[in-house]
């Protein structure tokens, strides 16, 4: 009996991991979409601003490579589920940490956090480089010493690497910096069109204020107010941290969306590549 047993947990075992395998080749795809506005119902937003249940709530419409993104931000939201606090100041001592944990890719790090609080594009980098983790699995010899080193958050000797320096200098710098790593820098991206976002998409905003803002886009939302709304997850003093929230889209000059397409480019990318960051964005027209 008990060896019968054995032998049905190990077919489980193989069952339950066949269709781990084909969850994950089933997504391994752009994420497309309908050019139809993702407008969120109450019943979506109304989970605390730190939670993990990013692809629960707000994957049920799509598929593809989003859809890791979406995990992946789950990954990071748990490393912080009250936040972790949000700090910026390049001349603090000791320096701002655009994440609070030691970020890895591929097993090997990214960064040593010189503090446990986050900003805006340091937690859209973490879901983006932990959605590499989950779409190419065990594939770290594949990745070169240059691009590795492109990829990483600090210098070698663990300063802070300023704006505009290889991969994560460009997506962490002023403006529209998602579209100059992913779109022109290592052409792993595609921008889209705001009626065309789906969650997951990339996103920077330019207030009307002044100043940007680097997340991840869950949806549209209208409120009781019946203000127009972006929904996006990042790390904002609102949240103290990481967490969801919900904007009031006339606070918005413009916006620029990409889209995660061609993550194969993480392994050919050129790492001398220049970019054009006098680009302009988008309006939201809805």
């Not at 730190?50 to 992946?72: E, P, V, W």
């Not at 944990?101 to 805006?120: A, D, E, M, V």
């Not at 790593?181 to 998409?201: C, F, H, W």
Request: hydrophobic share 35%; aromatic share 14%.
């Amino acid at each position: 009996m008990q060896k019968l047993k054995l032998i049905i947990l190990l077919i489980l075992f193989i069952l339950s991991n066949c269709n781990s395998q084909k969850n994950h080749q089933d997504n391994f795809f752009t994420t497309i979409d309908d050019a139809n506005w993702f407008i969120l119902t109450k019943e979506d937003v109304s989970n605390t601003p730190y939670h993990t249940n990013h692809y629960d709530f707000f994957g049920k419409s799509i598929s593809g490579f989003n859809t890791f993104i979406l995990k992946a931000i789950d990954t990071v939201q748990s490393k912080a589920m009250d936040g972790g606090g949000y700090f910026i100041g390049i001349n603090a001592k000791p320096t701002e940490s655009p994440i609070g944990y030691k970020l890895s890719l591929f097993g090997q790090q990214l960064l040593t956090p010189p503090r446990t609080t986050s900003y805006c594009s340091g937690s859209t980098y973490s879901a983006f480089i932990e959605s590499l983790n989950m779409i190419y699995k065990n594939k770290s010899e594949n990745l070169s010493e240059a691009r590795f080193e492109s990829l990483r958050m600090q210098e070698p000797d663990d300063s802070r690497r300023n704006d505009g320096i290889k991969f994560w200098g460009k997506w962490n710098d002023d403006g529209f910096g998602n579209h100059f790593a992913l779109v022109q820098y290592s052409e792993m991206g595609t921008v889209i069109k705001p009626a065309n976002a789906r969650p997951g998409d990339f996103l920077n905003i330019s207030w009307k204020s002044g100043g940007g803002h680097s997340v991840i886009f869950l949806g549209w939302y209208i409120n009781q107010k019946n203000e127009k709304c972006v929904v996006y997850w990042s790390s904002q003093k609102s949240t103290n941290g990481l967490g969801d929230a919900i904007v009031p889209i006339n606070k918005i000059r413009e916006v620029m969306f990409v889209r995660l397409t061609s993550p194969g480019k993480l392994f050919t990318f050129d790492t001398e590549k220049q970019v054009d960051d006098s680009i302009k964005g988008y309006l939201i027209n809805w």
